[in-house]
Structure formats: C-alpha cells, structure tokens
C-alpha cells in the first residue's frame, strides 16, 4: 500500500530532551516536506526536500533540523525542544519532476507535547 | 504574500442538508487550489484539485468546487452531507517550490 509513514504517532518529552520524528514514504517520490499544525493557524511548513541532500527551510524553520539521506527517509530532528513546539506534525511526499505537484500525500500525523 | 483564507472557523449543518465552505485566495496569476479533509486523529485526504480548465471541479465523496477568478473563491460544496462528513476542511494554495500555504480550516459540525 503506498502511504507515507510517521514515527512515533504521539511524544511526551521535556524541554531541551532532544528527539527525532521519523518520516519514510514507499512511493518513490522525489519531495519531502514537514508541516506543524497549529489551531488557528492552519499547517505551516517548516522544512522541504526537493530530492536526496537537497533541504531548504520552509516558514518556520526555527528549533528544527532535517536531514535526507535517503530518498524514502525525511526524519525531523528537535535538537532541544521547547514547549512552543508543541504541536502536531505532519509529513508529506510528492512527485516532482520539475513541475507543478499535483498533489502532496500525507502521514498521520505526530503528536508532540513539549513540558 | 500571497495567501489563503477560510472565513468560518466553524460550521454546523443538518444532516442531508447542503454545504458551502468558502475559501479565498489572494492575489496571483492561476492559482492551483485545493481541498484537503482531516478526519479526527487522522492525517490528510485530498478531496479535489484545480489547476486549469473548467471552473468547477468534481472530488471525492460528492464533493465539488468552484473557482470564481472574479471573487478569488474556490468554495467548496456538496448537495447533501452524512454524518461522516464531519471533520476539519482545509483550502491549499500551491507556491512556488511546490509549498502548500493553507488557510486556516473550517470544522464542520453534522447534527441529525
């Protein structure tokens, strides 16, 4: 089954503990993006990959850190979290070939409480 | 900046009854929209998509929507919700880099 997988679906942690939230997706696809959803505010992407060792910050980019290996692997790195970054997080993938994506498909979603 | 808006943060419909929720996007040359549906505790589905050519689009579901370049709207619409088309709805715009900037989502609520 294509689908883009997220890893772990809910975190506690405390500040400054750092982590890691997995993202791996099975469809080959070239783009990677991370986006934190907030009420009110919609979804916001914080960081995006056009292909592997290609990354460039989104709109809120700050306290994170990604990395891309590998073409199915897009992990999120919180170096030293703190409670402003609780949130839910969402990856997603795309096929792009240098053109407009036509769609964008997501994981499940992360739960991120920060104490 | 270019953006999007969703003008209801809440809506309440009965059941069988008719839906409209509007989206608004800003200045821009075609724009390519979409409609994203998040279900509780699950992750986003694409409901629809415009890019180009006819104004009114067909989705998923029974949905569809309409881009109205004269009103910068791109409402979304279905003749008769069920009950399990409560969830939160969210309008995308593409940009460039292929970002999806989204508005802000409409929680729809479905009472019998």
């Known amino acids: 089954e294509a689908q883009v997988t997220q890893n772990p679906r809910y975190l506690i942690t405390v500040t400054g503990k750092k982590l890691t939230v997995t993202c791996s997706q099975n469809m080959n696809h070239e783009y990677m993006s991370w986006y934190r959803q907030d009420p009110g505010l919609g979804l916001r992407q914080i960081y995006y990959s056009m292909n592997v060792e290609v990354t460039d910050k989104g709109d809120v980019p700050e306290g994170y850190k990604v990395s891309r290996k590998e073409k199915r692997n897009f992990p999120l790195i919180l170096e030293s979290p703190s409670p402003n970054q609780t949130s839910l997080y969402f990856c997603?993938?795309?096929?792009?070939?240098?053109?407009?994506?036509?769609?964008?498909?997501f994981g499940p979603g992360t739960r991120l409480t920060v104490l | 900046a270019q953006s999007v808006t969703q003008p209801d943060i809440h809506i309440t419909v009965s059941e069988g009854a008719s839906l409209e929720l509007r989206c608004n996007y800003s200045y821009g040359a075609t724009p390519y929209l979409f409609w994203y549906v998040q279900s509780p505790g699950q992750g986003l589905q694409l409901l629809l998509k415009?890019?180009?050519?006819?104004?009114l689009v067909q989705g998923i579901k029974g949905f569809e929507a309409e881009f109205k370049r004269s009103q910068s709207s791109f409402n979304l619409r279905k003749p008769s919700v069920h009950w399990s088309d409560a969830a939160e709805y969210f309008c995308?715009?593409?940009?460039?880099?292929?970002?999806?900037?989204f508005g802000a989502g409409t929680i729809l609520r479905v009472k019998s």
């Open positions: 415009y890019f180009s050519g006819d104004t």
């Open positions: 995308a715009r593409l940009e460039y880099g292929n970002k999806l900037v």
């Open positions: 997603a993938s795309g096929r792009d070939r240098g053109n407009v994506m036509n769609e964008q498909f």
